[in-house]
């Protein structure tokens, strides 16, 4: 079973066994629904036109997918994509469904769905809250008309606003905007504004993600407008000083919160828990390895349309392990540092004097806070932490 429980066994005679338990991995559950109405010039996300033969489809091997595998206990499930809001609020719940006829799922689990604004209107937005979707990832990318134009993306400022306001109305109370900064004809006082913006709407929580120009993607071809790097730093001061303005909480490079509304999904991520991953493009954590399913929709259905398989990590690419290298960079990425204890703990690692002579100077710098036991990058160190990592490495 992939999500093993560890027990501690004590026999008090030959007849009498308590078993008692220690440890139950509890995992996150990521959907990946590869289907968009157009993609976007920048993303190099996976995802393929969508249409109702192949949502059908795809549908069914999804389902077989969620099947084949062993029985887990999960707390969060993030539907992600491609375009989820492309799905009917019907079929979402049909997915949900079979995830918990098969796992155990909290309670008070936290499901996730993105949406993009041109994909939803005020009645889908109940209706998948009456699915089971209790938090909202809306695609907003910016509240600044040229910069939305840039980006090609399907909606405009209003509609942005609008979905936001129509979420609320549907009945969401964990609502997320995703903001991008650095993008084409952006400015530090254009990212402010669009902090203010996310801020007034009243948003629980925000990802704000510097543009990062990829390999294949239409933008590798040439785009005007991006700015150079000093002025897309000082965007991503702007934003986050106003972020702090207005109480929100920096707890990962590109994500803020009101307290207590951290994407709990997410944070498994960077604090190198379970989770599995289901469609095509889709990566797993289980016991302690990384596992993936290729980009590839066509190969997906091959794979999973007929049925459960009986061997489902055999289907999957295996990516490697999870190792004191993962650890310490997605540590560091977050607000509260690389834990040096658990770094030994659970890694059997430490920094020897050459990094920790490397990290003292970035303290000079101002890039990191060293403190007993742990390590924290600053709002500076964030912006470079690529070079940071790189030089522990």
């Not at 964990?174 to 504004?193: H, K, R, T, W, Y």
Request: proline share 5%; with cysteine; aromatic share 10%.
């Amino acid at each position: 079973m992939y999500a093993d429980f560890i027990y501690n066994v004590y026999i008090f005679s030959k007849k009498d066994l308590i078993v008692s338990l220690m440890e139950v991995p509890v995992f996150g559950i990521y959907i990946h629904i590869p289907f968009c109405i157009r993609k976007c010039p920048y993303c190099d996300f996976y995802s393929v036109s969508v249409s109702k033969g192949l949502r059908q489809t795809y549908l069914s091997a999804l389902k077989n997918q969620i099947l084949s595998f062993d029985p887990v206990k999960a707390d969060t499930i993030y539907f992600g994509g491609g375009t989820p809001s492309l799905l009917m609020p019907e079929e979402i719940s049909e997915i949900l469904d079979v995830i918990k006829s098969k796992n155990d799922i909290s309670a008070d689990a936290e499901i996730s769905m993105e949406c993009n604004p041109a994909t939803v209107t005020k009645n889908s937005l109940r209706d998948f809250l009456s699915a089971g979707i209790n938090r909202l990832s809306v695609g907003c990318q910016s509240f600044h008309g040229p910069c939305l134009e840039a980006l090609g993306r399907l909606h405009s400022v209003q509609e942005a606003v609008q979905t936001v306001n129509d979420a609320y109305d549907a009945g969401f109370r964990n609502v997320s905007a995703d903001i991008m900064l650095g993008i084409p004809f952006e400015d530090p006082q254009i990212a402010a504004e669009d902090a203010s913006t996310a801020a007034s709407l009243g948003l629980q929580h925000v990802s704000a993600y510097l543009l990062r120009i990829c390999e294949g993607t239409p933008f590798a071809d040439g785009v005007a407008g991006v700015p150079e790097d000093d002025v897309q730093a000082e965007c991503y001061r702007a934003f986050c000083s106003v972020m702090d303005s207005c109480g929100y909480t920096q707890y990962e490079i590109s994500n803020f919160a009101r307290p207590g509304y951290e994407s709990r999904h997410n944070l498994k991520y960077w604090q190198c828990a379970s989770w599995l991953g289901l469609g095509p493009a889709a990566h797993s954590s289980i016991g302690g390895k990384r596992y993936s399913f290729p980009a590839d929709l066509r190969n997906y259905i091959s794979v999973f349309g007929s049925g459960p398989a009986s061997d489902p990590l055999a289907c999957l690419k295996e990516e490697g392990t999870v190792d004191a290298e993962e650890y310490i960079i997605t540590s560091l990425r977050t607000s509260n540092g690389l834990d040096l204890q658990t770094l030994s703990d659970r890694f059997g690692s430490s920094f020897g004097e050459p990094e920790l002579s490397f990290l003292r100077e970035c303290e000079k710098a101002g890039l990191a806070e060293i403190s007993p036991g742990r390590i924290r990058l600053t709002r500076d160190g964030f912006l470079v932490s690529n070079s940071i990592i790189s030089e522990l490495l």
